[in-house]
């Protein structure tokens, strides 16, 4: 029985097809470089070092580096309210508005950069602030703005920050479809020896699809040439590496090059993002140089991907491709076979996908990926998702997680859980913060009355009296001259027995019958004299020394006096602060409280939307096995019709 072949799709269906890859696979790489671009927003590498006069700025910067953003930015909103930043208020608040810029509050962020410019900063300042405000606005899908904003850089900036500048400007000429422009702008930056190296290559793979995109396919393809064969040390290279390779092969593919296609396409890693439509263009290229059979190698290993690639759209068509490459062979049976495997595994992937779909619903998804990826939890703008949740069929999942929309999103689902347990961490500190008011509440007013009692047996007033006496007295002392004055108890005590000398020999001597001796008054008069004379010697040493007792006893009672004030105010003002940290817990608890259901309700918002983010792509994913299902059946179908029709020819032959 002689078969013939189904229907092999038409060279203009492959030709549009294939065209519809090439743009796709264009726009997501020009879309990857661009995410990679804009990814380092708030950090820049200074030019020479800087020394820092503020510690607290310094601190800011130190949580910044070790990537604990969050609390660099809320240390640094602190230090700023307390003025803790001058000589750097310019630069900190280009850091805030950066770390805001990168947790995508974009509102904030144009706020301080608008500020920065209208305050009339130094140029530099001034310069990195139009820069961030233009990629606010280009994040916003401002364009138009983000292009005017750019233009009033009037000097470069610092670091790798001019790289970046100028791939955003590159960026900003292909959204309007000025590739020659882009394409000008991108050779200067690729052709810079001072360029960055990641800056140069990510560059010139722009350049090479830009120029593919104005119709330089020649130079384009050249540039794409030489990233595709760069040396790549790391895995973010070789990423790059390998979307060059396969732009390069879907677009020599689409200029009817296949062999060139196949020699880009062999440069992909088997085992890498790009490598199942590496493996779907090799299998193309080879079906345009009419060797079927040289197809079947790479789309038999894609179309077996089905456990690793999910729906993948890839392996998909290689389910279908890889028949299609038998019946080329004239190997109808097989492709027969191979026609009805897609069919069922197409029916079977329908199944799985909404069994997926269901379990995405139940918020399996969402839970499961925050278990998993707990080592990323917290407010860290670079982390992403690193482990799959378990659940079934997992795979369908990992094109999805890969998506920019569905890894921002869940971002910022983990950002709000973050926030949330901050909050109640931050309940549990104010009810530790009330016990610690009420016991000192306590303490107060236990401590008062004794506080009180012992101030209170010191009469200040007498003591500031007495104090004034003795400095007359000293005073008159010092003019007179008084050296008696500064008698110790000793010398007082012969001061004493002197004087009552003297007057008992006054006494003695006009009384009759009193016979005194003859030397007694000299004595006297000598004991007297020595001890004056002692007195009088000691009397300038004395008097420094009672000087500096008063001026010693004038600070005491200074000291006595602000104590008393201080205790006096702390009666009536103590009461008042306790008042007023009870006023101040109460109302950030209540702000905390209002804050939390603001955040569940946002949390619920955001799983809702990854859910309905992965729904809608496992529904896209059902919708294209709807239509590799039909074509599988159609080809079934064709097949039959040809088989019959040859039997009823064969039939016919043998009657006549």
Same mark, same amino acid.
């Given at each position: 029985?002689?078969?013939?072949?189904?229907?092999?799709?038409?060279?203009?269906?492959?030709?549009?097809?294939?065209?519809?890859?090439?743009?796709?696979?264009?726009?997501?790489?020009?879309?990857?470089?661009?995410?990679?671009?804009?990814?380092?927003?708030? #950090?820049?590498?200074?030019?020479?070092?800087?020394?820092?006069?503020?510690?607290?700025?310094? &601190?800011?910067?130190?949580?910044?580096?070790?990537?604990?953003?969050?609390?660099?930015?809320?240390?640094?909103?602190?230090?700023?309210?307390?003025?803790?930043? =001058?000589?750097?208020?310019?630069?900190?608040?280009?850091?805030?508005?950066?770390?805001?810029?990168?947790?995508?509050?974009?509102?904030?962020?144009?706020?301080?950069?608008?500020?920065?410019?209208?305050?009339?900063?130094?140029?530099?300042?001034?310069?990195?602030?139009?820069?961030?405000?233009? +990629?606010?606005?280009?994040?916003?899908?401002? !364009?138009?703005?983000?292009?005017?904003?750019?233009?009033?850089? &009037?000097?470069?900036?610092?670091?790798?920050?001019?790289?970046?500048?100028? $791939?955003?400007? =590159?960026?900003?000429?292909?959204?309007? /479809?000025?590739?020659?422009?882009?394409?000008?702008?991108?050779?200067?930056?690729?052709?810079?020896?001072?360029?960055?190296? !990641?800056?140069?290559?990510?560059?010139?793979?722009?350049?090479?699809? %830009?120029?593919? #995109?104005?119709?330089?396919? #020649?130079?384009?393809?050249?540039?794409?040439?030489?990233?595709?064969?760069?040396?790549?040390?790391?895995?973010?290279?070789?990423?790059?590496?390998?979307?060059?390779?396969?732009?390069?092969?879907?677009?020599?593919?689409?200029?009817?090059?296949?062999?060139?296609?196949?020699?880009?396409?062999?440069?992909?890693?088997?085992?890498?993002?790009?490598?199942?439509?590496?493996?779907?263009?090799?299998?193309?290229?080879?079906?345009?140089?009419?060797?079927?059979?040289?197809?079947?190698?790479?789309?038999?290993?894609?179309?077996?991907?089905?456990? =690793?690639?999910?729906? &993948?759209?890839?392996?998909?068509?290689?389910?279908?491709?890889?028949?299609?490459?038998?019946?080329?062979?004239?190997?109808?049976?097989?492709?027969?076979?191979?026609?009805?495997?897609?069919?069922?595994?197409?029916?079977?992937?329908?199944?799985?996908?909404?069994?997926?779909?269901?379990?995405?619903?139940?918020?399996?998804?969402?839970?499961?990926?925050?278990?998993?990826?707990?080592?990323?939890?917290?407010?860290?703008?670079?982390?992403?998702?690193?482990?799959?949740?378990?659940?079934?069929?997992?795979?369908?999942?990992?094109?999805?997680?890969?998506?920019?929309?569905?890894? %921002? *999103?869940?971002?910022?689902?983990?950002?709000?859980?973050?926030?949330?347990?901050?909050?109640?961490?931050?309940?549990?500190?104010?009810?530790?913060?009330?016990?610690? $008011?009420?016991?000192?509440?306590?303490?107060?007013?236990?401590?008062?009355?004794?506080?009180?009692?012992?101030?209170?047996?010191?009469?200040?007033?007498? $003591? @500031?009296?007495?104090?004034?006496?003795?400095?007359?007295?000293?005073?008159?002392?010092?003019?007179?001259?008084?050296?008696?004055?500064?008698? !110790? &108890?000793?010398?007082?005590? $012969?001061?004493?027995?002197?004087?009552?000398? +003297? %007057?008992?020999?006054?006494?003695?001597?006009?009384?009759?019958?009193?016979?005194?001796?003859?030397? @007694? =008054?000299?004595?006297?008069?000598?004991?007297?004299?020595?001890?004056?004379?002692?007195?009088?010697?000691?009397?300038?040493?004395?008097?420094?020394?009672?000087? #500096?007792?008063?001026?010693?006893?004038?600070?005491?009672?200074?000291?006595?006096?602000?104590? /008393?004030?201080?205790?006096?105010?702390?009666?009536?003002?103590?009461?008042?602060?306790? @008042?007023?940290?009870?006023?101040?817990?109460?109302?950030?608890?209540?702000?905390?409280?209002?804050?939390?259901?603001?955040?569940?309700?946002?949390?619920?918002?955001?799983?809702?939307?990854?859910?309905?983010?992965?729904? %809608?792509?496992?529904?896209?994913?059902?919708?294209?096995?709807?239509?590799?299902?039909?074509?599988?059946?159609?080809?079934?179908?064709?097949?039959?019709?040809?088989?019959?029709?040859?039997?009823?020819?064969? *039939?016919?032959?043998?009657?006549?």
């Amino acid at each position: 029985m002689n078969k013939t072949p189904p229907e092999a799709p038409s060279a203009a269906r492959q030709s549009r097809f294939r065209g519809v890859r090439l743009v796709a696979a264009l726009a997501m790489l020009a879309m990857g470089a661009a995410v990679q671009a804009a990814g380092s927003a708030a #950090k820049h590498e200074p030019g020479a070092p800087q020394v820092l006069a503020a510690p607290h700025y310094g &601190d800011t910067l130190f949580h910044f580096y070790q990537d604990h953003t969050f609390t660099a930015l809320t240390g640094l909103m602190v230090s700023q309210h307390f003025g803790r930043i =001058a000589p750097h208020d310019d630069e900190a608040e280009v850091l805030r508005g950066g770390m805001l810029l990168a947790y995508g509050l974009h509102d904030e962020a144009a706020t301080v950069f608008a500020r920065l410019i209208e305050n009339n900063t130094t140029p530099a300042v001034r310069n990195r602030a139009w820069y961030f405000l233009a +990629q606010v606005r280009h994040q916003r899908g401002l !364009n138009a703005q983000a292009e005017e904003a750019l233009a009033r850089v &009037d000097a470069p900036l610092p670091g790798t920050l001019e790289d970046e500048r100028q $791939l955003l400007q =590159a960026q900003l000429l292909m959204a309007r /479809d000025d590739y020659a422009g882009a394409a000008a702008l991108l050779d200067a930056l690729q052709a810079n020896p001072k360029a960055a190296p !990641n800056a140069g290559l990510y560059a010139r793979f722009n350049l090479g699809v %830009a120029l593919v #995109k104005t119709g330089d396919v #020649k130079k384009g393809h050249a540039l794409l040439e030489a990233v595709g064969q760069t040396p790549a040390p790391n895995e973010e290279l070789r990423s790059l590496r390998d979307r060059a390779n396969v732009a390069l092969g879907f677009a020599t593919l689409a200029a009817q090059q296949p062999r060139e296609a196949r020699l880009a396409l062999q440069r992909v890693r088997l085992k890498g993002p790009s490598s199942n439509k590496a493996l779907l263009g090799f299998g193309w290229a080879a079906a345009e140089l009419k060797d079927p059979q040289l197809a079947l190698a790479p789309w038999t290993e894609l179309a077996g991907r089905g456990s =690793a690639g999910g729906a &993948d759209a890839a392996v998909l068509e290689a389910r279908i491709a890889l028949p299609y490459a038998m019946a080329e062979l004239r190997a109808y049976g097989s492709a027969l076979k191979g026609y009805e495997q897609a069919a069922a595994s197409f029916e079977q992937e329908r199944q799985a996908l909404a069994e997926s779909i269901a379990a995405i619903r139940a918020g399996t998804l969402v839970q499961g990926l925050l278990a998993e990826n707990t080592e990323a939890a917290g407010m860290n703008t670079s982390a992403g998702i690193r482990a799959l949740p378990q659940m079934p069929h997992g795979a369908h999942l990992a094109p999805l997680l890969a998506g920019h929309a569905f890894q %921002a *999103a869940f971002r910022n689902l983990r950002d709000l859980q973050f926030l949330d347990a901050n909050l109640a961490r931050w309940q549990d500190s104010l009810g530790v913060y009330t016990d610690m $008011l009420d016991s000192r509440r306590r303490a107060y007013t236990e401590k008062l009355p004794a506080v009180r009692a012992s101030t209170g047996t010191a009469d200040i007033a007498a $003591l @500031a009296q007495r104090r004034d006496a003795l400095a007359t007295e000293l005073v008159r002392v010092q003019a007179e001259g008084d050296a008696a004055a500064y008698a !110790n &108890d000793r010398e007082r005590g $012969l001061l004493q027995r002197l004087a009552r000398g +003297q %007057a008992t020999l006054q006494a003695a001597s006009g009384q009759p019958g009193v016979e005194l001796p003859a030397d @007694a =008054a000299e004595r006297l008069r000598r004991a007297a004299g020595a001890l004056t004379w002692q007195l009088t010697q000691e009397f300038s040493a004395r008097g420094w020394e009672a000087s #500096k007792a008063l001026r010693a006893s004038t600070t005491g009672l200074a000291r006595a006096r602000e104590q /008393d004030a201080a205790l006096s105010r702390a009666q009536q003002d103590e009461p008042a602060r306790h @008042a007023a940290f009870a006023e101040r817990i109460a109302r950030l608890a209540q702000q905390v409280s209002a804050m939390r259901p603001g955040i569940t309700l946002a949390a619920q918002a955001v799983q809702a939307q990854l859910q309905d983010i992965a729904v %809608a792509e496992l529904e896209a994913q059902q919708e294209r096995l709807t239509v590799y299902a039909a074509q599988a059946r159609l080809a079934i179908a064709q097949i039959h019709d040809q088989a019959q029709f040859a039997q009823r020819s064969t *039939a016919a032959g043998v009657a006549r």
